[in-house]
């Protein structure tokens, strides 16, 4: 099942989205480097990350190896005291969404719960794949006339 990875330094916003009371679990992350082990556990996993202002250029890097490395995670930007510009260049880096408060959030509600939709089980191997389509498997079971 897929998680929510909240990585910001105080837990505000963790637990504005454990009030929303999603199915998945909520992980809690304080650095982008805790961050990037939690995704690499979770591949599916929807990431909330704060934007520090003071520290945009390492949040972009960081943001960069996510899409190139994890692209099975959505980026989503927490930056309630950015302008309009900053949440156009986040989304050009590659977050989903650009949430800038505890409105937007709850508004965001189907986007979150329609990515990680996506993720609920683990996707089946080749072999696997290969063997739950074979023709007698469906004949053993009464599919096939």
């Known amino acids: 099942?897929?998680?929510?990875?909240?990585?910001?330094?105080?837990?505000?916003?963790?637990?504005?989205f454990g009030r929303l009371k999603f199915s998945q679990r909520i992980i809690e992350t304080r650095s982008l480097e805790d961050c990037v082990h939690t995704i690499q556990k979770h591949p599916g996993c929807l990431v909330a990350v704060e934007v520090q202002p003071r520290a945009f250029r390492r949040l972009a890097d960081w943001m960069w190896y996510v899409r190139e490395h994890q692209p099975r995670a959505a980026v989503i930007a927490i930056a309630p005291h950015v302008d309009d510009e900053v949440g156009w260049c986040l989304r050009q880096l590659g977050a989903v969404h650009v949430i800038n408060s505890t409105l937007d959030l709850r508004q965001s509600r189907r986007l979150i719960e329609r990515h990680l939709s996506r993720f609920r089980e683990l996707p089946l191997s080749l072999e696997e794949r290969?063997?739950?389509?074979?023709?007698?498997?469906?004949?053993?079971a009464g599919d096939i006339s």
């Not at 099942?1 to 504005?16: D, F, H, L």
């Open 1 to 16: 099942m897929s998680v929510i990875v909240v990585c910001e330094k105080n837990g505000q916003w963790a637990r504005q």
């Open 130 to 140: 290969i063997w739950n389509n074979l023709p007698w498997r469906a004949a053993r």
